[in-house]
T-cell receptor, first 113, second 112 residues
Framework: GAGVSQSPSNKVTEKGKDVELRCDPISGHTALYWYRQSLGQGLEFLIYFQGNSAPDKSGLPSDRFSAERTGGSVSTLTIQRTQQEDSAVYLC???????????FGSGTRLTVV | GDSVTQMEGPVTLSEEAFLTINCTYTATGYPSLFWYVQYPGEGLQLLLKATKADDKGSNKGFEATYRKETTSFHLEKGSVQVSDSAVYFCALGDTGGFKTIFGAGTRLFVKA
């Protein structure tokens, strides 16, 4: 596609429920990243994909967080048993090569109530 | 590990004023350096980048020079406009891995 597409744009969920966030990167971009931006905070790295594999999962905050990427394209970030501290904007980015500058999606604003 | 430190905001300027947002970094190698901008209600956009020492990145009237000796990548603009009001993030490409490390962001307000 022309840009990085994320869905949903907004998600309100009850504490304890599972959520799935989707990212559709720019076609041909092999590198895909997930970040989290909490209110008034900078960007926190979560996970990086090169193709379908995830060489760097170091930023996932707990085992409630997981992500996968299929077909070298769409990625899904899953948060199980959501907690209030999971409330944030989840950003997806893709790039042609690592460390060459990203194209970001508009993000998914997750609110856990 | 690698890290980025940028000046705290908010920064408030009048239109046509000179802008500097300071950014310094710590890295074991020679990272690529970036500035990203987030306009109100929008996603992050890459503003400019520099990949080696003494490179100058520029875009939309903004400039930043990669200074290895001072480990800095300060963002400058000679004459800001109201439309430049946004949050600016300094970032570096992690030399030990594949991700980009972001600073905390600096909010800029430009008054007419």
């Amino acid at each position: 596609g022309a840009g990085v597409s994320q869905s949903p744009s907004n998600k309100v969920t009850e504490k304890g429920k599972d959520v799935e966030l989707r990212c559709d990167p720019i076609s041909g971009h092999t590198a895909l990243y997930w970040y989290r931006q909490s209110l008034g905070q900078g960007l926190e790295f979560l996970i990086y994909f090169q193709g379908n594999s995830a060489p760097d999962k170091s930023g996932l905050p707990s085992d409630r967080f997981s992500a996968e990427r299929t077909g070298g394209s769409v990625s899904t970030l899953t948060i199980q048993r959501t907690q209030q501290e999971d409330s944030a904007v989840y950003l997806c980015a893709s790039s042609l090569r690592e460390n060459n500058g990203y194209t970001f999606g508009s993000g998914t604003r997750l609110t856990v109530v | 590990g690698d890290s980025v430190t940028q000046m705290e905001g908010p920064v408030t300027l009048s239109e046509e004023a000179f802008l500097t947002i300071n950014c310094t970094y710590t890295a074991t190698g020679y990272p690529s350096l970036f500035w990203y901008v987030q306009y109100p209600g929008e996603g992050l956009q890459l503003l400019l980048k520099a990949t080696k020492a003494d490179d100058k990145g520029s875009n939309k009237g903004f400039e930043a020079t990669y200074r290895k000796e001072t480990t800095s990548f300060h963002l400058e603009k000679g004459s800001v406009q109201v439309s430049d009001s946004a949050v600016y993030f300094c970032a570096l490409g992690d030399t030990g891995g594949f991700k980009t490390i972001f600073g905390a962001g600096t909010r800029l307000f430009v008054k007419a």
